[in-house]
């Protein structure tokens, strides 16, 4: 329908309702391109990606999405992303109790990386859809395993001359149950002592003078023989 006409004059004049469908159609395209635009989206080189629709995964078999620019259907499809580049998990300071009943705060924090076989295990397979609350289910798996390792020696023991078995031992069962639950792979563990209870001087000040009379016992027996 032409926009301008002639009246009953024969003089040009702008026709109503050519304008409004005129007007209609270049709504309609604008809003078509902006679909249509909305389609495409970039996964870049450190993510991985699937594509749902209706919250159920599309092609889940052929595995996730590599880096470069893709397409989904607008408006029926969205795209969920993992990083899958190297990353480090700061857990912060976490309070732990030894097998002699002490309290022992630990800094925490793990370095690692997540395999392209395990982005479908965390976005779908842990907690709800998607990566929001990835880390809200792994955390306190990692916290529970340092405290069931720290429980298994005394104070003097974590602080002391077994500091480098308790870091390996903690290393050794948090990467086994990262993997094993979560498919994630553990790079490097960091581990240390925030703060020591104070009964620590009082019991090094115990064993010093424990070490120290059976130096001298010796030395005594020795003496003795002679």
Do not use: W
């Not at 032409?2 to 009246?7: H, P, Q, S, Y």
């Not at 590599?66 to 259907?73: C, D, N, S």
């Not at 308790?166 to 581990?191: W, Y």
């Amino acid at each position: 329908m032409a926009i301008f006409t002639k009246n009953e004059r024969g003089e040009p004049a702008i026709n109503p309702a050519g304008v409004i469908k005129a007007a209609g159609l270049g709504i309609a395209g604008i809003v078509g391109l902006s679909i249509l635009s909305g389609g495409f989206y970039t996964v870049p080189q450190t993510d991985r990606c699937y594509v749902t629709r209706f919250r159920q995964v599309v092609d889940a078999n052929s595995g996730p999405i590599g880096p470069g620019l893709h397409f989904k259907i607008p408006v029926l499809e969205d795209v969920d992303c993992l990083s899958v580049s190297r990353f480090t998990d700061n857990l912060g300071t976490v309070p732990v109790t030894t097998k002699d009943t002490f309290t022992v705060e630990m800094t925490v924090g793990i370095t690692a990386e997540i395999p392209e076989r395990s982005v479908y295990r965390l976005l779908y397979q842990t907690g709800r859809q998607g990566h929001a609350d990835i880390a809200q289910n792994v955390n306190p798996n990692i916290v529970n395993t340092l405290r069931n390792i720290m429980g298994r020696y005394d104070l003097i023991s974590i602080a002391g001359e077994e500091q480098a078995n308790v870091r390996t031992s903690f290393q050794t069962a948090v990467t086994e149950m990262l993997e094993r639950d979560f498919g994630i792979m553990v790079k490097e563990v960091q581990l240390s002592i925030n703060k020591l209870p104070n009964e620590y001087n009082t019991r090094m000040v115990q064993a010093q003078s424990a070490q120290a009379a059976i130096v001298l016992a010796r030395r005594q027996q020795e003496q003795a023989r002679i």
